[in-house]
């Protein structure tokens, strides 16, 4: 069973950094592309960034470029989302996926809260 549990999420005040942790378990992470995807109320899902099955090629959203990094490390199953310059707009549920690429994600993890306060 695969499964994708994200940490790390909070509250934090504008201009603040923060880091998203997502575990994977039950696939072989090294196979797959990840991605964090967002979701504010009210809003449609938002791409926010993307790292290939090795760690080296990544896009990011507009909205995050320049603030955000995605990284991974294959040999502990994990995803990284490192968070700078927060901004009170960045409030949402952060989700990490994994699939073949960031268009096609056929798993994903439960969420996890990012409050930017003003």
């Known amino acids: 069973q695969v499964q994708l549990v994200e940490s790390g999420g909070g509250l934090v005040q504008a201009g603040g950094s923060m880091r998203l942790s997502c575990a994977a378990s039950g696939l072989t992470f090294s196979w797959y592309s990840t991605g964090w995807f967002r979701q504010a109320p009210g809003k449609e899902r938002e791409f926010v960034a993307a790292s290939s099955r090795s760690g080296g090629p990544t896009s990011y959203g507009d909205s995050v470029k320049g603030r955000f990094t995605i990284s991974r490390d294959n040999g502990k199953n994990t995803v990284y989302l490192q968070m700078n310059s927060l901004r009170p707009e960045d409030t949402a549920v952060y989700y990490c996926?994994?699939?073949?690429?960031?268009?096609?994600?056929?798993?994903w993890g439960q969420g996890t809260q990012v409050t930017v306060s003003s």
């Open positions: 996926a994994a699939g073949a690429n960031r268009a096609t994600m056929n798993y």
